[in-house]
């Protein structure tokens, strides 16, 4: 193996969750993310075998990475394709479209819990009890939870269809990487269902 592999492993290999939590953060799904790493780290290497190390490995990193990002953006851009063309790709799915779109309104408006145990009562039929199993809790807690999620869903719908704007719901702000992920988790488990 030669001696500048080890030297680049030993400068990135620290950085790998950072950079892997970054890519999902600045793409659609897992999938883009994956192979955002993958060409990050490539590039990486080229740079690495020239350059001979790195000084900030990590900010490096993050830098690459955004950088494939924005030309990614700029290629997809630039690619124009006919409304009737796009509606016969084997990949739109119009109910998926309204699936993430409702999930991703949850995701805004609630708390990952508060949909979690929404999700596992109103879709999937789970009793109070079998959720606070699952998730830890006692069954006044899921009752309690579940109230005030519908209370917020409706309250939520009420006003944007009044006064035509979303009111800012106070509260903890997750990063959109977590949100992302819980997002699609529950929008694959939905599309599963049919």
């Known amino acids: 193996m030669p001696p500048w592999t080890t030297e680049f492993e030993d400068a990135v290999t620290p950085h790998f969750a950072h950079l892997r939590t970054y890519c999902r953060y600045l793409t659609a799904n897992a999938w883009e993310a994956e192979d955002l790493f993958q060409d990050v ?23 690459i990475a955004r950088n494939l990002t924005i030309d990614a953006h700029r290629r997809r851009r630039s690619v124009h394709v006919p409304v009737d063309e796009a ?23 609630l708390s990952e819990r508060e949909v979690e145990m929404l999700m596992l009562a109103e879709v999937l039929g789970y009793s109070y009890l079998d ?37 800012e719901r106070p509260g903890p702000v997750r990063q959109a990487g ?17």
């Open 41 to 63: 780290m490539l590039r990486a290497y080229q740079h690495f075998r020239k350059a001979g190390e790195f000084r900030h490995p990590r900010s490096l990193l993050y830098k």
């Open 87 to 109: 509606m016969q790709h084997p990949t739109h799915d119009p109910n998926y479209a309204t699936v993430r779109g409702m999930m991703e309104w949850m995701a805004e408006t």
């Open 131 to 167: 959720i606070a199993q699952r998730l830890g809790c006692t069954v006044p807690a899921v009752k309690m939870v579940l109230h005030r999620s519908k209370s917020t869903l409706r309250k939520r719908t009420a006003a944007s269809y009044e006064t035509g704007f979303r009111p």
């Open 178 to 194: 977590e949100r992302a992920l819980a997002v699609d988790r529950w929008t694959d488990a939905l599309m599963r269902l049919g």
